[in-house]
């Protein structure tokens, strides 16, 4: 009597291992189906068009003020400064 519940044993496992295999593609699918629709959310010619104007202005803006970092620490805006400097202290003293 022991022996045949056992291929019942073996049929209910496969059965649950397919099951869940069959749960896992469905979910897989789900998965896909959401990034699929980030992306095509993301890639919207307007969302495109503003992040591109965004990231041309942040480098735009971090160009623009590496030069006048420069200006003012290298350049003849640091002889300005210096200029400036001496001759607020010329009218102090």
Do not use: W
């Not at 209910?12 to 397919?18: A, I, N, R, T, Y």
């Not at 295999?21 to 897989?28: G, I, P």
């Not at 104007?53 to 400064?81: M, P, T, V, W």
């Amino acid at each position: 009597m022991g022996h045949p519940t056992i291929p019942i044993v073996r049929i209910e496992l496969d059965g649950f291992k397919q099951s869940l295999l069959h749960a896992f593609s469905e979910h897989q699918l789900r998965i896909d189906e959401y990034v699929q629709a980030a992306v095509d959310e993301a890639c919207k010619p307007e969302r495109l068009e503003a992040l591109i104007n965004k990231e041309a202005q942040d480098s735009i803006d971090s160009a623009i003020k590496e030069e006048l970092n420069r200006f003012y620490r290298y350049g003849e805006g640091r002889e300005a400064i210096k200029k400036a400097v001496a001759e607020t202290l010329e009218q102090r003293g």
